[in-house]
């Protein structure tokens, strides 16, 4: 067996950077304004180059950072979910051909490129964003979810449950939909990973929300000129923001090789 | 083969109507217009309108697309609202460096991820493997402006031994400039293709075609050359053509940070700009070469194993 990370250790990285996200903006610290990266007694992180507490950065600027990557992938799986378990469900072929092939024409195209589309005109829109992120990761969400269901599908046990006359929900939703879980959550880990990479350089590149935003990327991005005088400006925020794409690289990897474990024991 | 490549060639074409549709419905849709934006404050209401009518703007849609279109057939990529010049010229002014990066990056990265990826493949679960995966899992959790911040603080501003910025001149000619921006898209890429390379090789070596190979007495070494390497390429050269898109990502925010002037920064000006032309023929370019990329990715695969279809 494989040493592994302990399961501890993962959960914390991700869940550590999601309470500052969820729960930080509630805190009040309300610090006195400083100077330009200075550090001292007040600023427990020091400043950042608009002389802004880093902590309270820190606290606050989740939200848009996390929330905006999760919300895309949330979106992404409701609207591509349904497609795909639509498409593996479904007895006209046609219906399937018409679901996904369009989506095989949208697979190629570069995900930042759309999301730079859209920022022309919805600059600094949270929303936007979001729905492009979303938009990006629909086809492929869509063909993940519809090769599980198919796998489910195709196999002797929903022949079974047909005979029995089981219902179109308790097969659907009963037996495929709880068959698509575990790969789907293998995905979910990665794909929020991707995401939250995507939003952050969006905003990194100045694409998304206004520079001077309290959001980790954009501080990680406004900051960097004084990563020599003032490294907290720019360490804190990458760290948290690290720490959850490490947690939850982590733990999808564990559950592809949980699904895997039990792939090779079906057989 | 041929069936395949005709069909493929032809799903690709399809692709390239879509997209272009795609990328002027985007962009068309934009509320606000160049005119908008730039004028409206030295410019009198009619000088907007008059503006408007010079540049087309005011014409409807699909009158402009059937123009734009038409354009960009005979090679016309349309002219830039802002800098009047021609956006083919933005583009290939722009080009070359986004190629240099993109190539090099490949150049480090494909043969490195190929060998790692045989070597975890074939000691699975082994000391070396375990190392080797911990280290990509963890590199690949990294964001790339991250990476690129930490390696400018360490190796420009603190050590001083490699450029922070593109200072002007060619890349090629100064190759201490592409040191680190290589440096940054490398640790990702490498993970993610390396992976998918170690992935294909355990899958082979498991394979009854191998094992029967290794019990007829090929040679170890021609037997991972030969036999196990074609199909453990597999869902490498798959990954690389979706790298190319995280690829992509990356090399823009390389140019951004280290201020090479490339796609991503004639992009990211087009955006701030809302030179529609602009953003349009440089999406419309790079959107074609990824699906080049992968139609030649997909024929690769088809070479390397031809049981692979195109209809699943």
């Excluded at chain 2, 009158?63 to 290939?92: A, Q």
């Excluded at chain 2, 990476?147 to 000619?173: C, D």
């Amino acid at each position: 067996m494989r040493a592994r990370t302990p399961l501890a250790v993962s959960a914390a990285l991700v869940l550590i950077p999601l309470l500052v996200a969820v729960f930080g903006p509630l805190i009040p610290l309300d610090p006195a304004a400083g100077l330009p990266y200075e550090r001292g007694p007040g600023h427990p992180l020091g400043t950042d180059g608009l002389g802004r507490d880093v902590l309270e950065l820190l606290l606050v600027g989740g939200r848009t950072a996390l929330g905006m990557a999760v919300g895309a992938v949330v979106i992404a799986y409701l609207v591509g979910g349904v497609i795909g378990l639509v498409a593996a469900s479904t007895r006209h072929r046609w219906i399937d051909e018409a679901l996904i092939r369009p989506l095989d024409v949208l697979l190629p195209l570069p995900s930042l490129l759309v999301i730079s589309v859209v920022a022309v005109g919805w600059r600094a829109s949270a929303l936007a964003i979001t729905l492009a992120v979303a938009m990006v990761n629909v086809p492929t969400v869509a063909r993940l979810v519809r090769a599980a269901a198919l796998d489910a599908a195709s196999g002797p046990v929903v022949e079974a449950l047909r005979m029995q006359r089981e219902s179109w929900a308790g097969i659907h939703l009963g037996f495929i939909g709880r068959a698509v879980l575990g790969p789907v959550a293998a995905d979910v880990g990665t794909r929020i990973t991707l995401a939250v990479f995507l939003v952050a350089s969006v905003n990194f590149l100045g694409l998304g929300l206004s520079p001077t935003a309290p959001d980790w990327a954009v501080s990680v991005s406004r900051n960097r000129e004084g990563l020599l005088l003032q490294p907290w400006a720019v360490i804190a925020p990458a760290l948290i923001l690290v720490a959850f794409t490490l947690g939850f690289n982590l733990l999808a990897d564990r559950l592809v090789h949980r699904t895997r474990r039990m792939v090779e024991a079906k057989r | 083969m041929r069936w395949y490549a005709a069909q493929r060639a032809a799903l690709a074409m399809l692709q390239l109507a879509v997209l272009s549709v795609l990328v002027f419905v985007l962009t068309a849709l934009l509320p606000g217009d160049a005119a908008d934006l730039r004028f409206t404050e030295t410019l009198t209401p009619d000088q907007v309108v008059r503006l408007r009518e010079q540049l087309g703007l005011d014409r409807p849609a699909v009158e402009r697309f059937t123009h734009w279109l038409g354009n960009v057939v005979t090679g016309d990529l349309g002219t830039s609202l802002i800098s009047g010049g021609p956006v083919v010229d933005i583009v290939k002014a722009s080009v070359g460096a986004t190629l240099v990066l993109t190539l090099t990056t490949l150049a480090v990265v494909v043969p490195l991820a190929v060998a790692l990826g045989i070597l975890m493949g074939t000691r699975e679960n082994g000391r070396l493997d375990r190392a080797i995966t911990s280290v990509t899992l963890g590199l690949s959790a990294i964001p790339d402006f991250v990476i690129a911040v930490v390696l400018v603080a360490v190796f420009s501003l603190k050590l001083g031994w490699l450029p922070a910025t593109w200072v002007g001149g060619e890349l090629l000619a100064s190759p201490a400039l592409l040191v680190l921006p290589v440096a940054v898209l490398f640790g990702r890429t490498v993970c993610l293709l390396s992976r998918q390379v170690r992935a294909g090789t355990i899958t082979a070596l498991q394979a009854e075609y191998v094992v029967q190979a290794r019990r007829l007495g090929v040679p170890r070494r021609r037997l991972l050359l030969r036999h196990v390497l074609p199909n453990a390429a597999v869902p490498g050269v798959q990954e690389l053509a979706r790298t190319g898109d995280t690829l992509l990502g990356g090399v823009l925010v390389v140019e951004a940070i280290f201020a090479i002037p490339g796609f991503a920064t004639a992009l990211v000006d087009g955006v701030e700009t809302r030179d529609v032309p602009v953003v349009q023929g440089l999406t419309l370019v790079l959107a074609v070469a990824a699906l080049l990329i992968n139609l030649g990715a997909d024929l690769v695969c088809n070479r390397l194993v031809p049981r692979t279809e195109l209809l699943r």
